[in-house]
């Protein structure tokens, strides 16, 4: 019994010490941003009134992303009119010429504003893809390797 005790005594300072989840929920907010393409030319990045858009977040040296790609860059080519689609590249460097001259990506690419940023949007993980509304709340989401089922509803007309 006093074991028992001791576990539950210890379960409050378990719980404060949890680590942050993993990725963000559907509800939660994208704030609005700024950051570089990858032409090093400025983007504001914001979810006005009536706007739909989809977030790809992965990164160069991850192999789920590498089989998301051609996934999204499909999705990418078929989305619906009105439908904004952007990747975030979420190394904390610039990713390798040799990624950029090996793989193909249809769809825009801006470099993540940055680690505080991904922490606020508990983007920890990869690949990520948010499908973000007015306000940018995040209306529906797909973590890790999703298959093109699953990709079309995320990439879903806009109502």
């Excluded at 505080?116 to 989401?141: M, S, Y």
Aim: charged share 20%.
């Amino acid at each position: 019994m006093a074991g028992a005790a001791a576990l539950l005594a210890a379960a409050p300072a378990a719980a404060q010490t949890a680590a942050p989840p993993q990725a963000p929920s559907t509800g939660d907010v994208v704030p609005a941003f700024e950051t570089l393409g990858m032409d090093n030319k400025p983007w504001k990045v914001d979810f006005p009134k009536g706007s739909k858009t989809v977030l790809l977040f992965f990164l160069s040296g991850c192999p789920h992303c590498h089989k998301m790609i051609p996934e999204w860059n499909r999705a990418y080519e078929r989305r619906p009119k009105g439908l904004k689609v952007l990747g975030v590249i979420m190394d904390p460097d610039q990713a390798p010429a040799s990624y950029w001259a090996t793989t193909s990506i249809v769809f825009p690419v801006l470099r993540s504003p940055g680690r505080e940023f991904l922490r606020g949007l508990k983007a920890n993980r990869a690949p990520l893809t948010l499908r973000v509304g007015e306000g940018g709340t995040i209306e529906d989401l797909g973590l890790g390797e999703i298959d093109p089922i699953r990709l079309g509803e995320l990439f879903a007309p806009v109502k």
